[in-house]
């Protein structure tokens, strides 16, 4: 069955400093793979997708993510933690049928000042 | 602009009592989802509808239950048999398989 890890739990990091979450899936096809972003009592917001193409995909608010084939991974990076990305974030599979959408169980980033 | 409203943003209601909540989207999407969330934990699914008139449990669909009967509309019934009702709820919307999700801003029910 697909699935989509992210082993953090919980990240802290002080503004300004450089930050990877990490995302695993499994999954039999090269999947649609997305990363969203939470603010409490929010719903999610799109940050960036990997389709095809470019490994390296660039997103809003400054966000980027590289598709890894050989790892299975599609780890969110920002070099530089400003203190409203303080939210909970969500990697995503997209499937090409049935339910579509496999979510991983989220990370939820503390920024201190 | 388009999007998705879900209403209302807080419901509150009592223990056997069915409740439904809003969601109405006008991005033209033919694919709806309702979600939901519980502190900790990620989305699970609940029901979705690829088309009108169509339906299909998620992995948690016992409890609840869901109408299509237009494209731009997928409302979301607790039913008293739901034995753990308060949560967050989120009500998205796709294209077509392989898009992303836009998502509305969630309804809190809260049963007492």
């Known amino acids: 069955a697909q699935s989509v890890t992210q082993p953090d739990i919980h990240i802290t990091v002080s503004e300004g400093a450089s930050l990877e979450l990490r995302c695993n899936y499994s999954?039999?096809?090269?999947?649609?793979l997305f990363w969203y972003v939470q603010s409490p009592g929010q719903g999610l917001q799109l940050l960036l997708k990997?389709?095809?193409?470019?490994?390296l995909v660039q997103g809003i608010k400054g966000f980027e993510a590289e598709f890894k084939r050989s790892q299975s991974s599609f780890n969110l990076r920002k070099p530089s933690v400003h203190w409203s990305d303080a939210a909970e974030y969500f990697c995503?599979?997209?499937?090409?049928?049935?339910?579509?959408?496999?979510f991983g169980p989220g990370t939820r980033l503390s920024v201190l000042p | 602009d388009g999007g998705i409203t879900q209403s209302p943003k807080y419901l509150f209601r009592k223990e056997g009592q069915n409740v439904t909540l809003s969601c109405e989207q006008n991005?033209?999407?033919?694919?709806m989802y309702w979600y939901r969330q519980d502190p900790g934990q990620g989305l699970r699914l609940i029901y979705y509808?690829?088309?009108?008139?169509?339906?299909q449990k998620g992995d948690i669909a016992e409890g609840y239950s869901v109408s299509r009967e237009k494209k731009e509309s997928f409302p979301l019934t607790v039913t008293s048999a739901q034995k753990n009702p308060t949560a967050f709820y989120l009500c998205?919307?796709?294209?077509?398989?392989?898009?992303?999700?836009?998502f509305g801003n969630g309804t809190r029910l809260t049963v007492t």
């Open positions: 998205a919307s796709t294209r077509q398989a392989g898009s992303p999700l836009h």
């Open positions: 999954y039999g096809a090269t999947p649609y």
């Open positions: 990997y389709f095809s193409g470019d490994t």
């Open positions: 995503a599979v997209g499937l090409n049928s049935g339910q579509n959408f496999v």
């Open positions: 991005l033209n999407h033919d694919a």
């Open positions: 509808s690829q088309i009108v008139n169509d339906f």
